[in-house]
Nanobody, 113 residues
Framework: QVQLVESGGGLVQAGGSLRLSCEAS????????MGWYRQAPGKQRELVAR?????RLDYADSVEGRFTVSGKIDHIYLQMNSLKPEDTAVYYC?????????WGQGTQVTVSS
């Protein structure tokens, strides 16, 4: 089992920045990927960015160059710069470990125009 604790998020004006944090506990040695998904109202949940245990970083095209994931496989950060209103969503920390998906409780990010 893996437990996730998220922090960060909030309200920011367009062009601003926010940083999200997600810390994993439990069987963290089983984690293969750790990252962030988001879900806007009426839309499907989508991958934002993730880190693999071997250090590969993946980003959605919509955030490439604006968002940066950093940290280590059991504690990651998502630095979000140049935020746009379309980045407004609930952001979920996600871990894939031992063929199971684990999700954080979600944190709201709202970008005003």
């Amino acid at each position: 089992q893996v437990q996730l604790v998220e922090s960060g998020g909030g309200l920011v004006q367009a062009g601003g920045s926010l940083r999200l944090s997600c810390e994993a506990s439990g069987r963290t040695f089983t984690i293969y990927t750790m990252g962030w998904y988001r879900q806007a109202p009426g839309k499907q949940r989508e991958l934002v960015a993730r880190m693999t245990r071997d250090g590969r970083l993946d980003y959605a095209d919509s955030v490439e160059g604006r968002f940066t994931v950093s940290g280590k496989i059991d504690h990651i950060y998502l630095q979000m710069n140049s935020l746009k209103p379309e980045d407004t969503a609930v952001y979920y920390c996600h871990v894939f470990a031992t063929a199971q998906d684990y999700w954080g409780q979600g944190t709201q990010v709202t970008v005003s125009s």
